[in-house]
């Protein structure tokens, strides 16, 4: 048994990349690449969160635990599971707001190449043209045109230039597409 746990704790070791048996973790987390927008709506929900839904919340469950037998109290119970859920988006905005790399496409400057907050016009086989915009991971809006950085769409357009044509992997099968235009705008969210 003791040679069991010794190769598992071996093989987790090695798959965190550390070996050295000190606990830390080397691997590096991916960047949390954030437009200005992007960052302030984040910041706007978690102060919201805490700030205003979450004390009026625990008002409501404290209330609802003062009435007396918790186990049929529908407001103590669904104030509960939602209070849990408000703590639990707190943590996942707190962790992403933590280290933000935050990017404002409007100071890039003039450039025909694509990067992160690029807003890019291309034309596909068909003929049809297409814009996005390459944003974070938590700014994705595929109604206007809001793709993550690591969508395959924006990893397919990064790096490359107006005029460029490649072919891209598609459900429907391979197609070609045309880079025809590439600005750095602000971009806009949700108002």
Sequence with gaps: MAKAISKMTMSRRHASGSGSGDGEDTVQ???NYLTPEGYARLKRELIHLLDTERPELVKVVSWAASNGDRSENGDYLYGKKRLREID???HYLNKRLDNPVVVDPALRGETDQIFFGATVDYMDSDGDEHTVSIVGVDEVDPA????SWISPIAKALLKRRIGDEFEFVTPGGVDTLEITDVRYI???GES
Excluded: D, S, T, W
């Excluded at 206007?144 to 793709?147: K, P, Q, S, Y």
């Design 88 to 90: 639990r988006r707190i």
């Design 29 to 31: 987390p991916a960047k």
């Design 186 to 188: 602000p971009i806009l």
């Design 144 to 147: 206007r045109g809001h793709v």
